[in-house]
Structures are given as structure tokens and as C-alpha cells.
């Protein structure tokens, strides 16, 4: 096969030296609401195209490659007093895989563990290219499972204005869960 960033020939999708090269991550960080924080491993310019693989068959090894060079290294430096629950936002299966399960099974270490099917939106609405305004008048009601009393981080693939992050923080909040930050592949507005 080629890999999609060079087109060189390679054993994986995007080949090793793109990956040493082109996907180095940085961190990056934005305040959300009053000391809640968002991190995020790359600007969206620097993966939009990969971002959007998440729509096509090939997408989850994209993610897989994604998530290892960046939230795996998170995960692999991160301690805390506790375990810590990683909730990936809206984590449906679209084109046969989750893009943010994967992001959140990258996550899992010492001190982190994902929890799947526990923040579900009951609105689909899609939201790329929408502005703010749009998104708080279409918000995406977040179910939460039994999910009481624990430490959280929410992660996804992107942030844009925040919306989504906040509503599913609140909804966490609602049954007394504590979110300490959230964590993004990509920031647009970096």
C-alpha cells in the first residue's frame, strides 16, 4: 500500500518516517470554561485531511495511528492519586468503528480506564462547519449509563468551539462525576 502522506510505499497507512516527521505532536492548551481546560495534541490544520478519515473504511487505522503517537504517550506519563475514567464523547460505531473508542482504549494505563457506551448523544445532529451559535441551539443531549461519583477525563478528535466538550462535562457533573480536563486529537483554532 501507499501511505496517504507521502504516497511512498509502506506496510502501514501512513509509513514510519511520516510519522516521525509529520506527526510529531505538540500540546496545546485552551481554557473552555473557568479553570476547565482542553488539551490537544495537534493543530486541526495539521490533520484535517486525516480527521476526516473517520467517514471511510480506512479511518480506524488512521485513528489507531493517531492516537498512539499522542494520547499513548499522554497516558504513559500521566499519574494521578486515584484511577481515573476516560468517557470518549459519543462513542457509536459509524463505518464499522468509534473513532473516539479508539482514542480512549489508547488512554488506558496505570492510572487510566476507558469506559465505553457511557456518554451517548440522543440528537445526531452534525455539526462540521457549524458555527457556536448553531451548536448551543442544537445541542446533542448526552444520556449518561449508571455512571456515579468518579474522576473523569472526556476526550474526542476535535475541539471548535467547546460546545460539546461543555455539554457532555455537565452532563458528567449531573450524577455527581468529576471531570478534570478534556483531551482533543486536533484544536481548530490553533
Same mark, same amino acid.
Given at each position: 500500500?501507499?501511505?496517504?502522506l507521502?504516497?511512498?510505499?509502506?506496510?502501514?497507512?501512513?509509513?514510519?518516517?511520516c510519522?516521525?516527521?509529520?506527526?510529531?505532536?505538540?500540546?496545546?492548551?485552551?481554557?473552555?470554561?473557568? %479553570?476547565?481546560?482542553?488539551?490537544?495534541?495537534?493543530?486541526?490544520?495539521e490533520?484535517? +485531511?486525516?480527521?476526516?478519515?473517520?467517514y471511510?473504511?480506512? %479511518? +480506524?487505522?488512521?485513528?489507531?495511528?493517531?492516537?498512539?503517537? =499522542?494520547?499513548?504517550?499522554?497516558?504513559?506519563?500521566?499519574?494521578? +492519586?486515584?484511577?481515573?475514567?476516560?468517557?470518549?464523547?459519543?462513542?457509536?460505531?459509524?463505518?464499522?468503528? =468509534?473513532?473516539?473508542?479508539?482514542?480512549?482504549?489508547?488512554?488506558k494505563s496505570?492510572? !487510566?480506564?476507558?469506559s465505553y457506551?457511557?456518554?451517548?448523544?440522543?440528537?445526531?445532529?452534525?455539526?462540521?462547519?457549524? +458555527?457556536?451559535?448553531?451548536?448551543?441551539?442544537?445541542?446533542?443531549?448526552?444520556?449518561l449509563?449508571?455512571?456515579?461519583d468518579?474522576t473523569?477525563?472526556?476526550?474526542d478528535?476535535?475541539?471548535? #468551539? %467547546?460546545? #460539546? !466538550?461543555?455539554?457532555?462535562?455537565?452532563a458528567?457533573?449531573?450524577?455527581?462525576?468529576?471531570?478534570?480536563? =478534556?483531551?482533543?486529537?486536533?484544536d481548530?483554532?490553533?
Amino acid at each position: 500500500m501507499r501511505c496517504l502522506l507521502c504516497e511512498n510505499l509502506s506496510f502501514q497507512i501512513i509509513c514510519k518516517t511520516c510519522q516521525a516527521t509529520l506527526l510529531v505532536p505538540s500540546f496545546h492548551k485552551r481554557e473552555i470554561e473557568d %479553570g476547565f481546560y482542553n488539551y490537544s495534541f495537534y493543530t486541526l490544520s495539521e490533520l484535517e +485531511d486525516l480527521i476526516s478519515s473517520k467517514y471511510y473504511f480506512f %479511518g +480506524d487505522k488512521v485513528f489507531n495511528i493517531l492516537a498512539k503517537l =499522542s494520547f499513548e504517550k499522554f497516558a504513559s506519563n500521566f499519574e494521578f +492519586d486515584k484511577r481515573v475514567i476516560v468517557i470518549p464523547i459519543d462513542d457509536h460505531t459509524r463505518h464499522e468503528f =468509534s473513532h473516539s473508542a479508539i482514542l480512549a482504549h489508547a488512554l488506558k494505563s496505570k492510572f !487510566i480506564q476507558p469506559s465505553y457506551n457511557t456518554l451517548r448523544a440522543s440528537n445526531i445532529v452534525k455539526y462540521a462547519g457549524r +458555527d457556536k451559535e448553531f451548536r448551543e441551539k442544537n445541542p446533542r443531549r448526552f444520556k449518561l449509563t449508571n455512571f456515579y461519583d468518579k474522576t473523569t477525563i472526556l476526550c474526542d478528535d476535535i475541539i471548535t #468551539t %467547546g460546545a #460539546t !466538550i461543555t455539554e457532555a462535562k455537565k452532563a458528567l457533573e449531573k450524577k455527581n462525576n468529576k471531570v478534570l480536563f =478534556s483531551l482533543t486529537l486536533a484544536d481548530a483554532k490553533l
